[in-house]
């Protein structure tokens, strides 16, 4: 059990107080009944540890899908000044921009569930999922820097999509400061055959139809209604990114070394430093590699749904970042302040009202996705205010793990995990039997409870739930 004091503030709300070494004290927002999970592992050591960091502001914050992570938590916040702060990878991640595309279709639940295992099939094909597959789009290095410096515009300008798919993503699809050249030939070669591509572990490909909807108001505006058949998109910047993160890491250790730290994994550069630059201008690049990813993907996924549903029309609702560090105005201390803003598991939620926020949204709020485990529900939920003042704008970004890959694997059977999903009319595809155990619903939290406390707080606020039918797993 973890060694660390909790204050409780509210009913969902926690504090580590401020003590030696800490510059700000940690935020917990979480539910008892999370708590008790997340106070099993390093969760919480971990926010104490970053609230250790050079010019942390305001708090070091845990979110309620919160568990251990490499040097953050995952599901963990923290904003830096600029002056005095610092790029950590390890509050970045190392699936850099893994994030979330939420899709709209004009099919009704009623014409999907009869072909679900079609659907399922189908998608699988035209999808590379899982260890080792590569993509179908052939890239050469030119191709490969365009995208890492121009993101999904390039892509949909290659033929992958519409200029409305990137208008409805975070920064446009494109992050800016990005620079091939700080990106390394090795995290090149590692990416280069992947754009396209869902990768393992948690991503996938899923069909889903809305169970709920909790805010007819911001509905209306989204274009949904109940039984409604919606994709989404799970998946980030793949090796490349990874490499990255590797390299960076490295750099940072020989350049810092890692004795002042209180944990070696936090490593870190001055946000001024020149090796802090090319981190920022390398993490962009592998950003922007994310947001072309997912945008093919959208674009094959658009053409089989086509093919199998010829009058079909599929829509970008948005596409959500997690695992970055941005450049973002927030209010600190009464005055408007520009900071460095990490998210390491966490979904920006910005209130009306933001210019980051595309047109057609901005009189509502962001749309919030928040995916669940395989077989249980997804949400859509929608930016707030309040959010900007407790959480830098952020929110939680999915179920949360609770038990290892490794320990699933000891405790759960692929096998019988599909056949468990199939007596609940879901049906799932991957790689191998391993990718099912290792992924099923009870590696998880409740998603549900992670969403109430979200909610409650009015950190984002619930706009629909969403049903699996058919999913495809990395």
Not at 344 to 369: H, L, M, W
Not at 435 to 447: G, L, N, T, V
Request: net charge neutral; aromatic share 6%; charged share 25%.
């Amino acid at each position: 059990m973890s060694e660390i004091k909790l204050q409780r503030v509210s009913k969902y709300i926690y504090e580590i107080p401020q003590q030696a070494g800490m510059n700000v004290p940690g935020t917990v927002f979480i539910s008892e009944k999370l708590l008790k999970l997340i106070s099993k592992d390093k969760t919480l050591q971990q926010v104490r540890n970053v609230a250790c960091l050079p010019g942390i502001l305001k708090a070091s914050i845990v979110l309620s899908d919160a568990h251990q992570g490499y040097g953050f938590p995952i599901g963990g916040v923290a904003a830096f000044d600029l002056e005095k702060g610092i790029i950590s990878p390890g509050g970045v991640g190392y699936d850099i921009n893994c994030g979330v595309r939420l899709l709209r279709t004009n099919l009704a639940q009623t014409d999907v569930m009869t072909r679900r295992k079609e659907v399922a099939e189908a998608l699988y094909r035209k999808i590379p999922s899982g260890v080792g597959r590569g993509s179908k789009l052939k890239l050469n290095r030119r191709d490969l820097d365009n995208v890492l410096e121009r993101g999904a515009p390039h892509v949909v300008e290659m033929g992958y999509g519409c200029q409305e798919d990137y208008l409805h993503m975070e920064e446009e699809g494109c992050m800016q400061g990005a620079d091939a050249s700080a990106v390394s030939p090795r995290a090149k070669d590692r990416g280069i055959g992947q754009l396209g591509t869902l990768g393992a572990g948690n991503h996938f490909l899923e069909v889903q139809a809305i169970g709920e909807i909790y805010d007819t108001d911001v509905a209306r505006v989204l274009g949904l209604s109940e039984g409604q058949i919606m994709l989404m998109i799970h998946c980030g910047s793949r090796g490349l990114g990874h490499q990255v993160a590797s390299d960076y890491i490295k750099k940072m250790e020989h350049e810092y070394g890692i004795e002042r730290l209180p944990d070696r994994e936090l490593i870190y550069a001055p946000i001024k430093s020149q090796l802090g630059k090319d981190y920022l201008a390398a993490m962009a690049a592998a950003m922007n590699f994310a947001f072309a990813n997912r945008q093919v993907i959208t674009h094959w996924t658009r053409e089989e749904m086509q093919y199998l549903f010829p009058d079909v029309t599929v829509d970008t609702i948005y596409d959500v970042c997690h695992n970055i560090a941005k450049f973002e105005e927030h209010t600190i201390d009464d005055q408007q302040k520009t900071v460095c803003v990490h998210r390491k598991g966490a979904t920006r939620s910005f209130g009306p009202g933001r210019s980051e926020i595309p047109d057609s949204y901005r009189d509502i709020g962001q749309p919030v996705i928040i995916p669940g485990s395989m077989g249980t529900a997804s949400y859509l939920l929608i930016g707030t205010r309040e959010s900007e003042e407790l959480t830098f704008g952020s929110c939680a970004h999915g179920a949360g793990r609770v038990i290892s890959r490794r320990a699933a694997l000891r405790s759960l059977r692929g096998e019988d995990v599909q056949k468990q999903l199939e007596s609940r009319d879901i049906e799932v595809r991957a790689g191998s039997w391993r990718s099912i155990a290792e992924e099923a619903p009870e590696a998880y939290k409740d998603i549900d409870e992670v969403i109430e406390v979200m909610h409650e707080l009015n950190i984002s606020r619930k706009v629909a739930r969403l049903t699996p039918i058919s999913v495809v797993k990395g």
